[in-house]
Nanobody, 127 residues
Framework: QVQLVESGGRLVQAGGSLKLSCTAS????????MAWFRQAARKEREFVAH????????YSTGAVKDRFTISRDNAKNTVFLEMNNLNPEDTAIYYC????????????????????WGQGTQVTVSS
């Protein structure tokens, strides 16, 4: 099975940018659909973005659209989340997830569709 480790989270000022990384080991990410979720304090974990094995991407509607970009480098066994124009509402723990399943348009945003998770990386945006 695959192990996922996120990195890149830190304290950043509003309007700044960050690029998170999710590095896999144990198996190649070529076998998985990959996604980023986030969980703010006292809130449910929510879908941020998904990337298929083919590279096709899907983003959460609303707050992150047009500011976040998900990408994958299969040769480096790594998935990235580039985040621009950050605001305090983006403060959360960001989790990387992998799915072995064939996901639909609706299921790719569901937490239960993913069977492997990283430990998360904290992103804090100050105003």
């Amino acid at each position: 099975q695959v192990q996922l480790v996120e990195s890149g989270g830190r304290l950043v000022q509003a309007g700044g940018s960050l690029k998170l990384s999710c590095t896999a080991s144990g198996r190649t990410i070529n076998s998985y659909s990959m996604a980023w979720f986030r969980q703010a304090a006292r809130k449910e974990r929510e879908f941020v973005a998904h990337i298929m094995k083919t590279g096709r991407t899907t983003y959460s509607t609303g707050a992150v659209k047009d500011r976040f970009t998900i990408s994958r480098d299969n040769a480096k066994n790594t998935v990235f989340l580039e985040m621009n124009n950050l605001n305090p509402e983006d403060t959360a723990i960001y989790y990387c997830a992998a799915s072995e399943y064939m996901l639909t348009d609706s299921s790719r945003s569901e937490r239960t569709s993913y069977n492997f998770w990283g430990q998360g990386t904290q992103v804090t945006v100050s105003s």
